[in-house]
DNA sequence: ACGCTGTTCAAACGCTTGTTTCATACAGTA
DNA sequence: TACTGTATGAAACAAGCGTTTGAACAGCGT
């Protein structure tokens, strides 16, 4: 009736589940998009799939979402705020216990992504490592344009590397998330297969400690 | 009449072209579809795009091709081919040159692919870097498992490193693709955007010093 | 002139996509 | 008991996709 060219927006989620699945049909149908995307890819998922392994209809994702992307911008949004609240947290107390220790302050960069592998987040890391290269125009705009987040890492390393030039810190900085991104979504098959099954999937400790050395390294300390 | 459920496979590929375009159908889709790729991605473009482009009708893709994932496989191996026979040879002529310098044989690695960005190759190199993640399914599987370049490498890593484990230097080649992966497809606007405009699209020469000494850093040396 | 061969073309095929419609079922409240 | 806003369902929508068809065309050797 009303033309709702608009956000249909039900003022609140829902009070309680009908069956005993697992939370309302909005929550459902996020939490089947953010693994089918984490396991198949931006692409090879449709509105179709979300919905069937939902549960639901398929109009329930317009109903509850507005479009396919808003739900995809809205699932981006929640796990990019949750990392980057972690790195902030951890940076925080770094800054406060030693504030001149770059390698303290790169460890709060690389710490929670590589352990988001071991727990139940890996998902949510995978849906986030996909968004960088696969996802839609809109958030790949957020992620270009949204670097506030880098800028407090930068400003530490700089400030705890007064003798390099800002900007070589930067071009540091980039070459270390360069590292980091590449190695998020590796199966490891690859190296598995290079190395004649020597480099092996190993403790997320060991592997961190290993992104560390080589980053801090390239940082020239 | 002949039921074509093979390959067509015209014996020849052209004489000579009908009109002053600049070749024939199939090298002009050859390239429309791999510019456009390059600028859209693999998942922006549609047959109906490449041959608009190339001027050409809609079935001249299958035509040609035999469908539009082997005329993209085909642009595949032809520049992946092309990047790492130019790759090998200049890791072959450092071999004989000064084999015990790693830092020349990851010069070897690094120098093609960040030089292709200046020349009429970008568009080349920015197909190859989209492959890796947005590219058919057939294109990734043949990154995933055709690794003997990559062992070329390694192997004269490993002997220019005699005092470094083989599984730690294949770990640490990993970790130095990821640096340069990431760089690749970079606009840049976002590392202006962190650093307040201080990192700007440089000379490639220098660059590619500042990718390889944080590599090298990363190796220890 | 003929047929042969490689190429182009407009049109259509079958299918999937994201989205919408409208009727219905269900709460909670008056 | 009726009313109201929320949620779900089956069905259909228009548009785009990759691919196929069958006819027309050019150039060529014989």
Sequence with gaps: MTQQADAPEPAEPKPAARSGEGGGARERIFRAAEWLVA??????????DIVARAGANVAAVNYHYGSKTRLLLEIFRARATELNRERTQLLRQTLE????????????????????????????????NRARYEGPLEIRELIRTD?????????????????????????????ALGVLHYNQPTDYARLALISDGACTPEDREALMERLLQFICGGFGF
Tied chains: 1, 2.
């Design 39 to 48: 396991e198949h890819g931006f692409d090879g998922v449709s509105t179709r």
């Design 97 to 128: 216990a030693e504030p001149d220790n770059p390698r303290a302050i790169l460890r709060a960069l690389i710490e929670p992504p590589t352990l988001w592998v071991d727990d139940d987040r890996r998902i949510a890391l995978r849906f986030l």
């Design 147 to 175: 670097v506030r987040h880098l800028r407090r890492f930068a400003d530490a390393l700089a400030s705890a590397l007064p003798e390099l030039p800002r900007d070589e810190v930067i071009w540091r900085l980039h070459f």
